[in-house]
């Protein structure tokens, strides 16, 4: 029996909660090769993407990877996320989610959109798996609509364990 992964039933389950909270599931994605994001919203190499039934269409949240439309700047454009580029799903509104440990390879100096497998060095990610309050950045590319919610923890943050009622 094949190794399956836990992240894409956590991804799941968050996103359920979410929903079932009224709150607003976003989605946290190093946006590296193998994306397809709207590359002109990435900050960073990470791009963070509101999941919300009301901001997608045809979500799926598959084993291996997401995929939904969704408009950016009133114009429809496909988006598909290797599970494994997920860094962190959580509720806008609260911050409460999960975060994942995601491999970084970045060649230095290199844009993060364009697979370097020369000269690349790993960048630690966020604690793996742990249950922390997750924040987004100031912008999100849901809609283009600017939003105050503080940005994901720092990578060497100590998680802090979180009771989701």
């Given at each position: ?6 992240k ?31 590359h002109?919203?990435?900050k960073?190499?990470?791009?963070v ?16 990877v ?94 802090k ?5």
């Amino acid at each position: 029996m094949a190794d399956l992964s836990t992240k894409p039933y956590l991804i799941r389950a968050i996103h359920e909660w979410c929903a079932d909270s009224g709150l607003t599931p976003y989605i946290a994605v190093l946006a590296d090769a193998g994306v397809n994001v709207p590359h002109e919203f990435v900050k960073s190499g990470e791009i963070v993407l509101n999941v919300s039934p009301l901001a997608t269409n045809r979500l799926k949240l598959g084993n291996d990877v997401i995929e939904f439309q969704a408009r950016f700047g009133g114009v429809a454009r496909e988006v598909t996320v290797p599970i494994d580029k997920v860094i962190a799903v959580y509720a806008r509104e609260n911050g409460q989610g999960m975060a994942f440990d995601v491999a970084r390879n970045i060649a230095a100096g290199a844009d993060p959109l364009v697979a370097d497998t020369n000269n690349a060095k790993t960048l630690p990610g966020p604690t793996p798996m742990a249950l922390v309050p997750v924040r987004a950045p100031a912008t999100t590319a849901d809609n283009n609509e600017p939003n105050d919610p503080p940005p994901p923890p720092r990578s060497g943050d100590r998680p802090k364990l979180t009771r989701i009622k």
